[in-house]
C-alpha cells in the first residue's frame, strides 16, 4: 500500500487553486461593449435621443449617429465618457424640422473597440409644440394655525389649472379652484396635505399646512415648539422614459433635517430644504420626505415611468375610490398596504380579505405598431362566472374598454390578451379588469409607446389562454419555470425559459426577452445579455418547424423589492412570420416574496457554491481550516501510533 504525504504548502496550493477552479467561470474576458437603441422624446425642433450600453468590465463612451434615412446617419452626437460600467444614456439634439421622419442608431465604444446598434429606430417631430397649464397650488393656508383643544380651523386654498381636489385627513374630496373648508373639532395637533389633480394624473401637485393644539391633547403634533411643516415637496419632472431621473426638492419650516426613501437616489442631503437627483428609474417609483424636528412629518411624490414593463401606476396611488368604501388610496383606504398596492379591498370595510379574492394583474403590451398593439394581461384564482377585459387609452383616466372574455375555474391562473387600434407614435396607457358577480377588481395601470410607423403588420387577436403559458395564433409557445415560486431578500431565484417554434414553417428574427419583476436583478445568464439590470435580450434568429431551445437566467432579490405581493416575471419571443406579419409568444411566472434569507449576510445562494466574491472568500477560509485541522488530526494520530509503538519495544 502506497502511502503519500503532502507538506503544509501543498495542501495550501490545493485548496487555492480548487477555488480559483470554482471562480474562473464567473470570470469574463474583456470585449467590446454592447449597445441598444433604446427610446425618445421629441418636440417639433428638438429630440432626446435614448439608448443602452454594457461595457463589460471596462470605460465606456456613447454616442448616436441620426439622419433622414434609415441607411443613411451622416450626423453625430459626438461620445460622451460615461461613469459607469452600463446604463442607459441620453443625448439631445436640436435644429430639426416639424413634421418630419428621422431615425437615430446608438453607438458605444471602450478599450476593445467599437459597437453600433443593430437596429436604427424611426421619430417624427411634432407639428407644432404643445403646452398647457400645469396644476399647481398656488396657497394652502390654516387660520388659525393655533388652537386650543376641542376648536376647529378654516383650511383655504388657491390653485390653477387643476381639475379636482382633496384633503386628508379625514376631509377627503373638496371642489373649487380656491375654496375653503373647516376642520372637525381637534384634540390633537394635525397635518393637513391637499392634493390637487389634473386630467387623472394622481397627486400631480401637493401641499401641506399644521394646525398646532396648544392644550389637551398628546396626538402626532403634540406641544412644545412650533410644527415641523413641509411647505413643498416636488419631483421634476413627473413624468421620464425608462432608464431616466428626476430632480426631488423641498422647503419646510421648523424642521431641523430630513431624509429621503422609496427609491434610488444619485447624492444625498438632509438639508431643511434642498434638491436632489434621483437615480436611474426602471418603474414609477414613489418617493417620501420625513421632516423631522420636535416632530416628525412626512410627504410623498411619485415619478411616473412610461415605457417600462413595469407598472406605471397601482391601485392604491391611483386616485380613484376602487371599493366604493368612500377612502381613497394609500394610507386612507385601510385596505392598501403601500403606494405600490394593487388592492384597496380589506376585511374591515368591504368584508374581502386581498387573500381570498380573483387577481387581475397587468402585464407589458406586445406586438406594438403605429396602427395596432396587443395588450396582456394575467387572472389570479379565478371563479366559474370571471370574466375579463381591458381599459384603456390615451391617459389615465383610460376611458375606453375591450370586449369581456370569459375565464372559467379550470386553472388557478389564466392569460388573456385583445388587440387594439391605435394612432402612431402615441403613449397608450391600460389595465387588466375582472368581474366576478358583483365585485370588480382592477390590476395595475402600464403604458407604451406606439411606433412612427403605419406600415408595420402585426397579426391580431384576443382570447383566452389556460395555464402560465400563451400560445399565439401561430403555434409558437413560450414557458417559464423556477426552482421556487417563493423567494426572500438576498437570495438567488433561478429561472429556465424554454421556447418552442410550434409551426410547419420557419420563422425569422427571433427576439426573446425575458423580464423579472421590479427589485430583482440580473446575475447571470447562459444566453444574450442584460440589456438593463432586470432584462435579459437574446438574438435567437432563425426557428424552424419544431426547433426548441432554452436559456438559464438568474436573478437576486434585492432589499428595495416589494414583499408579500404578486409579482410577476416575463418571457416574450417576437418573431416574423414567411409571410412577413410579425408575431409574439408571452410567457410568466409568478413569485411570491417575503422577508430577509437566513443566510444573505454570507450571500452562499441556493445552490452548493458562492454567489458573491464574499462568499467564495469565506469557503476558502473554511477549507483551509478544514485542512489544516485534518492534519492536526493526522499529526496527533501519529504521534499516539509512535507512542504505542514505543510501548512494545
Known amino acids: 500500500m502506497n502511502t503519500y504525504t503532502f507538506g503544509r504548502n501543498t495542501l495550501i496550493g490545493i485548496a487555492l487553486a480548487a477555488a480559483l477552479f470554482f471562480v474562473s467561470p464567473a470570470i469574463s474576458l474583456a470585449a467590446a461593449p ?16 435614448g439608448g443602452y450600453f454594457n461595457g463589460n468590465g471596462k470605460v465606456v463612451q456613447t454616442a448616436f449617429e441620426w439622419g433622414l434615412s434609415q441607411n443613411n446617419l451622416p450626423y453625430t452626437t459626438g461620445f460622451t465618457n460615461q461613469p459607469d460600467m452600463w446604463g442607459n444614456f441620453s443625448d439631445t439634439i436640436s435644429g430639426l424640422s416639424p413634421d418630419t421622419t428621422y431615425y437615430f442608431r446608438a453607438v458605444a465604444r471602450n478599450a476593445d473597440g467599437t459597437t453600433k446598434a443593430q437596429y436604427a429606430l424611426p421619430f417624427k417631430t411634432s407639428t407644432a409644440t404643445t403646452g398647457g397649464g400645469a396644476c399647481t397650488i398656488t396657497s394652502f393656508t390654516a387660520s388659525p394655525d393655533t388652537i386650543v383643544s376641542g376648536s376647529t380651523a378654516n383650511l383655504s386654498w388657491q390653485t390653477s389649472g387643476c381639475d379636482s381636489w382633496s384633503i386628508s385627513p379625514n376631509i377627503g374630496a373638496v371642489t373649487g379652484s380656491s375654496n375653503s373648508v373647516s376642520t372637525p373639532a381637534l384634540s390633537y ?57 428626476s430632480r426631488l426638492s423641498w422647503q419646510t419650516t421648523g424642521c431641523t433635517s430630513v431624509t429621503i426613501s422609496g427609491g434610488p437616489i444619485a447624492s444625498s442631503s438632509d438639508a431643511p430644504t434642498g434638491s436632489v437627483v434621483t437615480g436611474k428609474l426602471y418603474g414609477t417609483t414613489t418617493y417620501t420626505l420625513f421632516a423631522h424636528g420636535s416632530q416628525t412629518t412626512n410627504e410623498s411624490q411619485t415619478v411616473y415611468v412610461t415605457g417600462s414593463q413595469y407598472q406605471y401606476s397601482y391601485i392604491c396611488s391611483d386616485g380613484v375610490d376602487n371599493d366604493g368604501d368612500s377612502r381613497i388610496d394609500y394610507p386612507n383606504d385601510l385596505g392598501c398596504t403601500s403606494t405600490y398596492d394593487n388592492d384597496e379591498f380589506d376585511s374591515g370595510n368591504n368584508n374581502a380579505p386581498n387573500t381570498a379574492r380573483t387577481e387581475a394583474i397587468t402585464t407589458a403590451a406586445t406586438n406594438i405598431g403605429g396602427s395596432s398593439a396587443r395588450l396582456n394581461g394575467l387572472v389570479v384564482n379565478p371563479t366559474k362566472n370571471t370574466t375579463a377585459f381591458f381599459e384603456y387609452g390615451t391617459s389615465t383616466a383610460l376611458g375606453k374598454t375591450s370586449s369581456s372574455q370569459n375565464i372559467g375555474d379550470f386553472f388557478s391562473q389564466a392569460t388573456i390578451f385583445e388587440t387594439i387600434e391605435t394612432k402612431p407614435n402615441t403613449t397608450y396607457f391600460y389595465r387588466a379588469v375582472t368581474t366576478s358577480g358583483t365585485s370588480t377588481v382592477r390590476g395595475g395601470i402600464l403604458s407604451f409607446k406606439t411606433s412612427a410607423s403605419t406600415t408595420d403588420t402585426f397579426v391580431s387577436g384576443s382570447g383566452t389562454k389556460n395555464g402560465k403559458a400563451d400560445a399565439t ?38 427576439i426573446l426577452t425575458f ?35 432554452s436559456i438559464y437566467v438568474e436573478a437576486t432579490v434585492d432589499a428595495n423589492v416589494r414583499k408579500n405581493e404578486t409579482l410577476v416575471s416575463t418571457a416574450t419571443l417576437s418573431y416574423t412570420l414567411p409571410n412577413g406579419q410579425r408575431d409574439s409568444a408571452v410567457g410568466y411566472i409568478l413569485t411570491k416574496v417575503g422577508g430577509s434569507a437566513a443566510l444573505g449576510g454570507l450571500a452562499l445562494g441556493s445552490g452548493f457554491f458562492p454567489s458573491t466574491i464574499f462568499g467564495w472568500f469565506m469557503m476558502i477560509i473554511i477549507i483551509l481550516a478544514i485542512i489544516l485541522a485534518a492534519r492536526r488530526f493526522t ?15
Open 189 to 245: 395637533s394635525t397635518y393637513y396635505t391637499l392634493t390637487a389633480y389634473q386630467n387623472g394624473y394622481p397627486g400631480i401637485a401637493k401641499k401641506q399646512v399644521g394646525v398646532l393644539v396648544t392644550t389637551g391633547g398628546s396626538g402626532t403634533g403634540g406641544t412644545g415648539g412650533p410644527l415641523c411643516t413641509i411647505n413643498y415637496f416636488t419631483v421634476s419632472p413627473t413624468e421620464v422614459q425608462e432608464g431616466g431621473a
Open 34 to 49: 454592447s449597445v441598444q437603441t433604446m427610446t425618445e422624446s421629441h418636440t417639433a425642433t428638438t429630440a432626446t435621443l
Open 473 to 510: 395564433v401561430a403555434g409558437v409557445v413560450v414557458t417559464v419555470t423556477t426552482d421556487d415560486e417563493k423567494a426572500n431578500v438576498g437570495e438567488i431565484v433561478k429561472y429556465t425559459v424554454t421556447y418552442k417554434n410550434g409551426t410547419s414553417q420557419t420563422i425569422t428574427k427571433s
Open 635 to 649: 499529526k496527533k494520530k501519529e504521534a499516539h501510533g509512535h507512542a504505542d509503538h514505543g510501548g512494545h519495544h
Open 515 to 549: 423580464v423579472v419583476p421590479q427589485g430583482f436583478m440580473i446575475r447571470q445568464t447562459t444566453e444574450g445579455s442584460a440589456v438593463s439590470p432586470s432584462t435579459v435580450q437574446v438574438d435567437i434568429g432563425t426557428l424552424t418547424a419544431g426547433q426548441t431551445g
